[in-house]
């Protein structure tokens, strides 16, 4: 049990520095080419925080456990949304621009209601079903590059080019900060699984609480990063957008390859229990996190105190 602990402290390292110069090289980013930090967060930092979810869902579903690759979809959404952006609006809520929020949330539930139509009809991922996910995936970059490369010319004139740090700099830290998180997630999950299977945990509920936590780490050590460092916009964006590439992204490469059917072990008043609760709550929370942002356009504490009640 020494070794699984000294490696799990490993990973906590990795993740913890890796998040800081991730968050770094993403901001940098952004001031330098004028982008909104939510878009940033939606799309360029989401892809680096997602690589877990995809390395574990993808060698899950190939090793034959599509109840892990599901699993690890659906909790980690819960998890980023109901603990992580929870967890951020709690302690600092704040303004948000629902121009930017707007097409991530659009493609999030076109996304989910596609992946729950599967799972309330047939109840099997075809591989057709991974393509069209991906296809998604590729319209959504192609819309979001097209709004992010629309943005430079009306912000420009908002700040004089005073650019002190090298772009080398700022794209090594954002790739480095990406392999460290990559890696150390991967620590932690590993060794925190094998804890939990020699406890006799069913491998459905390790996917849904353990392997979702753990590869939603990334999520959550870029939130507390973004956060102690006044970018909460990034940190808003990254979760959304880490949501919509679960769904399009992580699942969609693992149908694809692997392709599954939902998971029948658990059951509630007789019912398959990710029918009566993972997929319901996964809709409740998110709808609980952007209605009222892309309303408003801004984030209330009480939002950030319900959604955590949730996810308790």
Not at 40 to 61: C, D, Q, R, W
Not at 219 to 230: C, D, R
Not at 243 to 256: E, K, M, Q, R, T
Request: charged letters at 10%.
């Amino acid at each position: 049990m020494i070794v699984p602990v000294l490696l799990f402290c490993v990973g906590l390292v990795c993740l913890i520095k890796g998040g800081d110069w991730f968050v770094d090289g993403a901001t940098g980013i952004a001031r330098r080419f004028h982008l909104p930090e939510l878009l940033i967060g939606a799309t360029v930092v989401s892809i680096g925080t997602t690589l877990p979810e995809v390395m574990v869902s993808t060698t899950s579903a190939l090793g034959g456990h599509g109840e892990i690759a599901y699993g690890n979809a659906i909790g980690s959404i819960i998890c980023n949304t109901a603990l992580i952006a929870a967890l951020t609006i709690a302690v600092r809520p704040g303004k948000v621009d629902p121009k930017s929020l707007r097409t991530p949330v659009i493609f999030f539930f076109l996304a989910a209601l596609f992946y729950a139509g599967i799972a309330y009809t047939t109840g099997y991922f075809s591989r057709a079903a991974g393509l069209i996910l991906l296809a998604l995936f590729v319209v959504y970059m192609v819309m979001t590059v097209r709004q992010m490369t629309a943005k430079p010319a009306a912000a420009a004139p908002e700040e004089p080019a005073a650019e002190t740090e090298p772009l080398s700099r700022e794209l090594i830290l954002l790739v480095v900060g990406a392999v460290l998180i990559a890696i150390g997630a991967n620590l932690l999950v590993d060794n925190g699984t094998l804890i939990a299977q020699a406890l006799g945990v069913p491998e459905s509920v390790i996917a849904l609480t353990f392997v979702a936590l753990g590869t939603s780490l990334p999520e959550l050590v870029t939130a507390i990063t973004s956060l102690v460092k006044g970018h909460s916009a990034l940190s808003l964006g990254n979760i959304i957008g880490a949501n919509l590439f679960n769904l399009v992204l992580v699942s969609g490469v693992s149908v694809a390859l692997a392709p599954f059917s939902i998971p029948q072990t658990a059951q509630i008043a007789g019912h398959n229990a990710s029918l009566v609760m993972d997929i319901p709550v996964m809709f409740a929370v998110m709808l609980l996190l952007t209605v009222p942002a892309l309303l408003r356009g801004k984030l209330s504490r009480i939002q950030g105190i319900v959604l955590l009640a949730i996810y308790a």
